[in-house]
């Protein structure tokens, strides 16, 4: 790029100025969260010295303790099974033509787009209906909560995980693949070895992004839980409702802090993967290149 | 498939790729592509699908007396509900609050996302990280963040005064819901913006500069036709959720400003209107799905 293309000037000072007043926009109300969450004074308001205590309150508050695993343990269930289902999805509308694929397309995309309450209300009436019928049919009388939770966690995480990985492999050549199956590699191996390493920054991506989710969705899941539980940002909607304490201010830097952490973990996998270190892949890739041998030095290559 | 004349003989039979034998690859594919999909496609149609058909017949079902719902007997009672003056209030003070933001968006992610763009790739990428925290941070949190700071009458107060707006309340009033909904959907606006002028070929603004063109003109002529999929992309990506949105107006707004989300809320939870809810719950979506359809229209998809 030329440097001629740089704003200059009145304009470069002008733009200059401008973007430290959207980062001042985006930081300044979270910088402010934090600095409160120390302050010891019951009034959020003011200033009071620094303390720990309301981190304290958090640990000891019996009711958060338990949304906190409900949430961890919501997040974990719905990201491993939406990401071992999204993944089959992604490879199945990418890799292969099959009856009902555009309408299978349609389906996975409705999720992403449908808005939170018009999911929760389905939740909401789905959730009715279903037990109305395990009751009558089987006679279980069927409560809403961890597992009515993660049910609607899934269904909206599958497709943004099948989102991410189809844009990995759509990138991606056939010609490597289709070289293991001339190779003799069965199915499972050419996945294992071949696709399943090439997409893999793709499933972690996929993962994150369900975990996040999952960790942050207040609508749908207040819509899908019970008496029996709730998670920790639909228990901290609740206690909003009712007014600032410095305790949701604690609870909200945690939160907050839980965030950071997910996407430090993304970037940094993003670089990790980003370099080669991959010895199947570049061994996949030297049997394409080279003239076959013979299969069995090949299959070494593979399994390297 | 073309014949190969000087074919071995002993071969004919198996290993030529005849009609019949493509035909039959083609299906083992097709069979193993619909097995691949089988568990996300049955759980989607039993736990997405199902549900929303729920909805779309409740949306023609009745309210009885004791604030059930009588599912024989459909009707459009529940869309004829939203002519009434208290519903389309809401649903044009939604579509206001929207389109609002989805500008102040707008105006305010441009410059950014041209500025970003032309930084060298360090400064851009270390820009971006910046943008992706709160982008990634919980929303129910960042809502609460403009909470205890509007609220913060030692800190905000003083600001105000300061700059010499007064003593002015923002909490509670249709300007703070404005505020944290940009707040919450801006990223969704700079993210596009920037993938569509960052993919500008630089070199024609210097040529339109070189050509005397003012920077207002090289602006509306070059950089903004350029970056029109970023625009259109952004401004879905902002104008769609700000439309259904429930927690920003809950935790900032007041008793005035009740917007279509927490409407339909109020339906399902205190006024057990379900059928009233639901037919605006799929008015919603009808929103969602003919924006999305203009978002692929205008080669979305790429972004």
């Not at chain 2, 014949?3 to 071969?11: F, K, N, S, Y």
């Not at chain 2, 990634?136 to 707006?165: C, H, K, M, P, Q």
Request: glycine residues 8%; contains cysteine.
């Amino acid at each position: 790029m030329s440097s001629t293309v740089q704003p200059r000037g009145s304009t470069k000072i002008a733009l200059t100025a401008h973007s430290w007043l959207v980062y001042l926009f985006f930081f300044a109300p979270i910088f402010v969260l934090i600095v409160f969450s120390f302050s010891d004074d019951n009034n959020v308001g003011r200033w009071g010295g620094f303390t720990l205590e309301w981190y304290q309150d958090f640990v000891e508050h019996n009711q958060l303790q338990n949304a906190v695993w409900v949430s961890v343990r919501v997040a974990l269930l719905s990201t491993v099974i939406s990401v071992v289902l999204g993944t089959l999805a992604a490879l199945a509308l990418e890799r292969f033509k099959f009856r009902g694929r555009k309408v299978f397309d349609a389906l996975l995309y409705l999720p992403i787009i449908i808005p939170d309450v018009t999911m929760a209300v389905m939740m909401l009436l789905f959730f009715a209906e279903f037990f109305d019928i395990l009751e009558s049919v089987f006679g279980w009388d069927a409560q809403k909560g961890l597992g009515s939770i993660t049910i609607s966690h899934i269904a909206f995480n599958i497709s943004f995980v099948s989102v991410v990985v189809r844009a990995r492999l759509a990138g991606m050549s056939e010609v490597l693949e289709e070289a293991a199956l001339d190779l003799y590699a069965t199915r499972w191996k050419t996945f294992r070895y071949v696709t399943f390493p090439q997409i893999m920054p793709g499933v972690a991506g996929g993962a994150l992004l369900a975990l996040t989710l999952s960790l942050d969705d207040v609508v749908i899941t207040q819509f899908a839980a019970g008496p029996g539980a709730t998670t920790l940002p639909v228990f901290v909607f609740g206690l909003i409702r009712r007014g600032v304490t410095p305790l949701i201010n604690a609870t909200s830097v945690l939160m907050l802090a839980a965030s950071v952490i997910l996407v430090a973990l993304s970037l940094a996998f993003q670089q990790f993967s980003g370099r080669g270190g991959r010895p199947s892949l570049r061994a996949a890739r030297e049997a394409v290149s080279a003239p076959p041998k013979t299969n069995t030095q090949i299959k070494e290559g593979i399994n390297q | 498939m073309t014949m190969v004349a000087d074919r071995p003989e002993g071969l004919e039979e198996a290993a030529v790729a005849t009609p019949e034998f493509e035909k039959a690859a083609e299906r083992a594919a097709s069979r193993r592509g619909f097995l691949l999909s089988l568990p996300a496609y049955a759980y989607l149609v039993l736990f997405f699908a199902v549900p929303l058909g729920i909805v779309m017949i409740y949306s023609f079902a009745t309210r009885n007396r004791f604030g059930g719902t009588d599912l024989s007997g459909w009707n459009l009672d529940a869309y004829r509900k939203l002519g009434e003056p208290i519903v389309r209030d809401i649903l044009f003070r939604s579509l206001w609050l929207a389109l609002l933001t989805t500008l102040i968006c707008l105006v305010v992610a441009y410059p950014f996302a041209y500025f970003i763009a032309t930084r060298t790739p360090l400064v851009r990428n270390l820009m971006l990280v910046f943008v992706m925290i709160p982008f990634w941070t919980n929303f129910l949190v960042r809502n609460y963040a403009w909470r205890v700071l509007l609220g913060n009458d030692w800190l905000f107060t003083n600001i105000s005064e300061a700059l010499g707006l007064g003593e002015r309340e923002l909490l509670f009033t249709t300007s703070a819901v404005v505020i944290g909904l940009v707040y919450g959907f801006l990223p969704f606006m700079v993210l596009p913006l920037y993938a569509s002028i960052e993919r500008i070929d630089l070199s024609l603004v210097e040529a339109s500069r070189d050509l005397y063109a003012s920077g207002f003109q090289t602006f509306r002529r070059v950089l903004l036709p350029l970056s029109l999929p970023g625009v259109i992309a952004g401004s879905i990506l902002v104008f769609v959720p700000s439309l259904g949105a429930y927690v920003t107006p809950e935790i900032l707004g007041g008793a005035k400003t009740t917007l279509l989300g927490s409407y339909i809320v109020t339906q399902f939870l205190t006024a057990r209107n379900w059928p009233v809810g639901a037919s605006l719950s799929f008015v919603l979506m009808a929103v969602m799905l003919v924006a999305t359809l203009v978002y692929f229209r205008t080669g979305g998809r790429n972004l």
